[in-house]
């Protein structure tokens, strides 16, 4: 009877949507106009960690954009996701600690309009799953650790993927 207790309910917490271009100016800001345009919120720059010629970036250069979104708007925009991926991850998509990733190739696709003056971008989906409870290891005042029976394991989001979204797992040889 676990899907009884309300504490093991697993839910959406948060959804992170990443759009790396590699490099700053103007492909950076229309990259940033389509995360705004899609989720409503103003994304975050993120920097280059080190220097790498090859590819052509500096070190503390804006190369990605990414927002993370939360709530009702979350699930709708993981749905949309989805849709695109026909519902079939890989199960190399999971990670051990219960969150999946998957990454898109055109920003299209999630139903925004073509615009030629912004260009296509592909973008990158990460999904933190968790659990009522979880709260006690992040916060301020007597911070705790979340037992092992309540974390969520691969499977646990295996499973609760292809029973809310009917999705399938592909495990790859």
């Given amino acids: 009877m676990a899907d009884a207790n309300p504490m093991k309910e697993i839910r959406v917490e948060k959804l992170i949507l990443n759009c790396c271009v590699g490099e700053s100016g103007d492909r950076l800001t229309r990259a940033a106009r389509v995360l705004e345009q899609l989720t409503g919120q103003e994304p975050v720059y993120s920097k280059a960690r080190y220097t790498v010629r090859s590819f052509g970036i500096r070190r503390n250069e804006k190369i ?19 849709k695109v ?11 051990n600690t219960g969150n999946f990733g998957f990454g898109i190739a055109e920003h299209i ?3 925004i309009k073509y615009d030629p003056s912004t260009g296509i971008y592909g973008m990158d989906f ?5 659990r009522r409870g979880f709260r006690i290891g992040r916060r301020k005042l007597l911070p705790a650790k979340v037992g092992i029976q309540h974390k969520i394991t691969k499977e646990e989001s295996i499973q609760w993927f292809q029973t809310k979204y009917d999705g399938i797992v592909v495990n790859e040889a």
């Fill in 85 to 95: 991926k026909e519902y079939e991850l890989k199960s190399r998509n999971f990670s």
């Fill in 64 to 82: 990605s954009v990414h927002v993370s979104v939360r709530g009702d708007k979350a699930l709708e925009i993981l749905e949309r996701g989805l």
């Fill in 126 to 130: 990460f999904v933190v799953l968790g």
């Fill in 109 to 111: 696709d999630l139903g």
